[in-house]
């Protein structure tokens, strides 16, 4: 079955199996923090499977955008993975220009929205003000000893029980509301 045939299939649930399909891809984004790093792929993988979009090449493509892109403390990794799911659900198919393609608007209102929703959450979209949100303070993912810090912490789950779980709901949520057109 393709994405479309998929989603159509989803949207057509009732509220409550919805609901329920958008706490099994929070579960599943959730167990991919506990077990894996890299925030990118944490929630892009909850989201392919569980609504069928892209494929392990597009999960691969997201590898370098964990730590807010190659751990650069910048745009949240998490968030990005997200957006790309929304693009493999809405984006455009081919290069068309922006003003004419549909696909192109609404995949960018779509992504605007889970943008919107997250820095609503978080008050900003990049990984180390996140981080200081979370945790109160930040580090320097490519500085070796600030990393394993980071991995090391007690509390390290907060990334996942709380970004993650959040990117993962906004992003199936967005991706379920019904077509535009």
């Given at each position: 079955?393709?994405?479309?045939?998929?989603?159509?299939?989803?949207?057509?649930?009732?509220?409550?199996?919805?609901?329920?399909?958008?706490?099994?891809?929070?579960?599943?984004?959730?167990?991919?923090?506990?077990?894996?790093?890299?925030?990118?792929?944490?929630?892009?993988?909850?989201?392919?499977?569980?609504?069928?979009?892209?494929?392990?090449?597009?999960?691969r493509a997201s590898s370098a955008l964990a730590g807010g892109v190659a751990e650069s403390g910048e745009v949240c990794g998490a968030l990005i993975?997200?957006?790309?799911?929304?693009?493999?659900?809405?984006?455009?198919?081919?290069?068309?220009?922006?003003?004419?393609?549909?696909?192109?608007?609404?995949?960018?209102?779509?992504?605007?929205?889970v943008c919107d929703g997250f820095k609503n959450e978080f008050g900003s979209l990049r990984c180390r003000d996140v981080q200081k949100a979370i945790?109160?303070?930040?580090?320097?993912?490519?500085?070796?000893?600030?990393?394993?810090?980071?991995?090391?912490?007690?509390?390290?789950?907060?990334?996942?029980?709380?970004?993650?779980?959040?990117?993962?709901?906004?992003?199936?949520?967005?991706?379920?509301?019904?077509?535009?057109?």
């Amino acid at each position: 079955m393709g994405k479309r045939e998929t989603l159509k299939k989803i949207r057509q649930m009732s509220p409550e199996e919805q609901k329920q399909l958008i706490m099994e891809i929070e579960e599943t984004a959730c167990s991919n923090a506990k077990a894996y790093h890299g925030c990118s792929q944490w929630t892009l993988y909850a989201l392919q499977e569980h609504l069928n979009l892209g494929n392990r090449a597009v999960f691969r493509a997201s590898s370098a955008l964990a730590g807010g892109v190659a751990e650069s403390g910048e745009v949240c990794g998490a968030l990005i993975g997200g957006l790309m799911a929304v693009g493999l659900a809405y984006g455009r198919s081919k290069l068309e220009s922006v003003e004419t393609s549909s696909e192109f608007s609404e995949a960018m209102e779509r992504s605007a929205r889970v943008c919107d929703g997250f820095k609503n959450e978080f008050g900003s979209l990049r990984c180390r003000d996140v981080q200081k949100a979370i945790f109160g303070k930040s580090w320097d993912l490519r500085n070796p000893e600030e990393k394993n810090e980071f991995l090391s912490r007690e509390d390290i789950d907060k990334c996942g029980d709380m970004v993650i779980k959040k990117v993962a709901r906004l992003a199936a949520e967005v991706i379920l509301e019904p077509p535009f057109s």
